[in-house]
Nanobody
């Protein structure tokens, strides 16, 4: 199971950190997706198992950072310089079926329930 937390209200330019805790140690890659009201779910970022590589959506590159503590089975999404368009439900994911497909929601096997992030202008 995946448990995301840390969501809440923020103003443009603020920072938030979203932790995701896995119920047990795992050998999976992990990542984040988000979904705004009326929009499709979109890829935010991912970290491959062992932290050897990270991927980010163009829209968050340079503002968001993913880190992982494999021993603690946690992954963090540090979000800086937040924008209103970052508003959405953020989902923690794990078990990437194929690295080249990391931007596809269908490529991830496990999904957490999500945590809401709302950024006001």
């Amino acid at each position: 199971q995946l448990q995301a937390s840390g969501g809440g209200l923020a103003q443009a330019g603020d920072s938030l950190r979203l932790p995701c805790k896995a119920s047990r140690r795992n050998a999976y890659s992990m990542g984040w997706f988000r979904q705004a009201p009326g929009k499709e779910r979109e890829f935010v970022g991912a970290v491959m198992y062992g932290g050897r590589k990270t991927y980010y959506a163009d829209s968050v590159e340079g503002r968001f950072t993913i880190s992982r503590d494999a021993v603690a089975s946690t992954m963090n999404l540090q979000m800086n310089s937040l924008k209103p368009e970052d508003t959405g439900m953020y989902y923690c994911v794990a078990q990437l079926l194929r690295e080249s497909s990391h931007m596809l929601a269908s490529a991830w096997g496990y999904w957490g329930r999500g945590t809401q992030v709302t950024v006001s202008s």
